[in-house]
């Protein structure tokens, strides 16, 4: 198991260090990083001091060394909008897209799951039919769309919640938080349902293709040859063995869902991250684009590494010959 | 030899596996409606500069006076009726959305083309020679999928800038892995028997195996992947457009049209915005119900 | 001996997309308490669906359409559901083909077996688990305290059947449904669990169905035999009988293609032709195309009538009794 563990740290830094290289040389190769990351309303003394801070009359690869040198002391550059760091900008929104893609991860897990069971076990009825056409919806609709209808229904023609922003917060560990006021919560709704849809129905189709699979294997039989009740035929032989790949993709998705909280924060005015990467596409301010994308692969890649341990516990024939191996 | 010459050599037997194939898809009225659907907005955003009551983007066509008028009313200057209404520049929606599923169409089947001809070729490659190579392009595969299409495609453009050209070589860059992973994963099955062991040792061009002999057990795979990536490649355009990052406002396609009447939906203006979304969510679900009952009707496992 | 089961007039049916398809048809037979029936055909034959008929466990688009089944009296078509819930894994219990694929790969071999004691038992998980011990045991199981905490991909085939039977021996089952349970084995194995699984249920006084497609398995193991061919049984009786005299030309024909020891060298008979389609069926005998003694007046479906003493053939042209064998 620790040697499993220590192979897959390894990838993930690796992964981790190609993505670097990538931003580096989108950097610093593709456009002049003069201009990406130095304030166009610079002076020529900052230009100046600037270009000697981060090297940028030196060759290459020294400019990656102190590209990287200054990543890892988490100096990703200075935000022309703000003037201050860019990764504190970044890091003071992280907690909002945080709750924002964990809220709405539960959401589409706690209802997608359930629905795809029962869509896989009754395939040919009416419920089954009508959660796969909804699902095909909630697939086909961008989400952009999505919550531009929501925000029209439910702020515009009925008034029920806010159109935008994210209201009052609650600060629990140091951190804000939304959901445990109901100024907060009503805010967090919209937003939350719009990000978890199209996830609802990947983990929907996920989830009835597997139990329809799972359902024509032996042990299911087995399972009700024993005389088990029917719900602990579904409960536990069918959902552990769909779990094993739901959690891959769940896991997975989390990683997807803080970037598509792009443009559920861009839609619903979230102050998280990705509405602040929007923001600063849109003003050229480079080094929080830059900063952001780092954050976000570190993020990804650190998800992804989760999962895979996870897996691993959940599945014992996994477990076994990767321990071996 | 027979009395009829131009009788094709091989006709399909009553039982091929295409007819087989196109029989249990019609089985589904739905998936039947969806192709019928998406083959009529193909047609109508092909048609779209004959049929299109104005041509949106020729200013001199433009009324200011008609700006912003909803669905229905008739022009001040000329006698057109603005079916869906104008936005706020007085431009008939209509022919807005034509023109913009047209271009929306259009990203999405040239980088669909080229996507799945370096997928392709990637996928065979790897398959064909194995070994390293097969394992560090898988490597890379594995490393682009596992970052979200949407955080990739918008950081290129965020470096590139707007620009047809360049959302088509974003949405290339984000599609190519899925169909290199599909076609090395079906090719590498065939790769295994012996025929093309043989063929290798009649020293036939590497090339003929990989494309002859290979390809073809791909393409069924290719097809169900190709329908689901083309719905998601116009909704990522779309979703691009509309972040701010996509297609220049010269040439707006459906995703663009619907943020330009964004401002506009919670003042109750609600066509501007509404119908290019309408017209962008019929294709998109077109495409996936056709791209479900392939999958279906492709998939062994699940024949009965 | 008293009766224990009672199948009457069974059919099953699979409702298709390119048709209905009797995978049972007509099927009766009856089977005492400890008694052991050998339930014989190719794949197709419908042997297998008779065997998940009685326990109700025919998937979808599949279901029992007809007749009745008489479990100690009561009717499992009627009952259903609810009175097969409370009969499967206590009274009638079943064994699969392929123990690789009737453990659950993700739980472990105790919760398995837990599982079916708590089921129809009330007892605590430690009662549960000392007769889940005590029934590894009896498998030729050792250190079974072990053994229970192990993922079933930890075992060999041979042992996941073991512990497959063990999980079926649990309540002491008056009957045991064995759907082909040593086709996926070794050949030493298989000769292992045939002679265990024998001695078991002869101890525990457990009646069997063992369905299988190879002759040479239960002539050794069965009180009786059945035959199967197209959904109907063909021909049934003693198995020393069958297997000598056999009446139907097509356990006839099955008896003839077992290799034998003393016939070293010469060529084995094969039956012509292939098991029919279940949806395209001829008329009248099923057999019919493929039987060398078919005529015209096989053209009506024969009934199946007794033929000796606990005995009965379907066929119109069934061999007598002092026919020798043909070796072609």
Redesign the interface.
Known sequence: MIVYLVRRVGQSLLAVMAMAVLVFIGVYFIGNPVDVLINPEATQADILATTERLGLDKPLWQQFGIFLGNALQGDLGTSFVYGRPALDIILERLPATMELALVALFLSVAIGIPLGVWAGLRPESIAGRTIMGGSILGFSLPNFWQGMLLILVFAVLLGWLPAGGRGATTEVLGLQVSFLTWDGLSHLILPAVNLALFKMSLIIRLARANTREVCLQDYVKFARAKGLSPRRVVLVHILKNIMIPVVTIIGLELGSMVAFAIVTETVFAWPGMGKLLIDSINLLDRPVIVAYLMLTVLIIVGINLLVDVIYSLLDPRIRLSEMKG | MTTHPAAPPRAAPVDSPTRRIIAQFMEDRVAVLGLILFICIAILALMAPWIAPQNPYDLSQLNIMDGALPPGEVSFGTDMTYMLGTDQQGRDMLSAILYGLRISLMVAGVSLLLAITVGTIVGVTAAYFGGRLDSFIMRVVDLQLSFPAILIALILLALLGRGVDKVILALVIVQWAYYARTVRSSAIVERRKDYVDAARCLALPHRRIMFRHLLPNCVPPLIVVATVQIAQAIALEATLSFLGVGVPITEPSLGLLIANGYDYLLSGRYWISLFPGIALVLTIIAINVVGDRLRDVLNPRLQK | MSQLLDVRDLQTQFF??DGVATAVDGVSFTLNRGEILGLVGESGSGKSVTG?SI?G?V???GRVTGGQILFDGDDLVRGGEPLL??????RI??I???PM????????ID??MI??VQ??APVSRAEARARAEEALVRVGISSPAERLKS?P??FSGGMRQRV?IA?ALLHKPDLIIADEPTTALDVTIQAQILSEVQALCSQSGTALIWITHDLAVVSGLADRLAVMYAGRIIEEGPTAEVIARPRHPYTRGLIDSVPQGKRHGARLAQIPGMTPSLLNLPEGCKFAPRCPRADAACAVEPRLDPSGPGRAVRCHHPHGDSETRVLS
Not at chain 3, 85 to 90: E, N, P, Y
């Open positions: 298709t997309r998940f326990l466990l998937d979808p688009p819930r409370g009969l499967r894994g206590k219990a079943m699969f083909q392929d694929m009737t453990l659950n790969p993700v739980l472990r919760t398995q599982e079916t089921a129809h993922y991909h930890q497959a999980i």
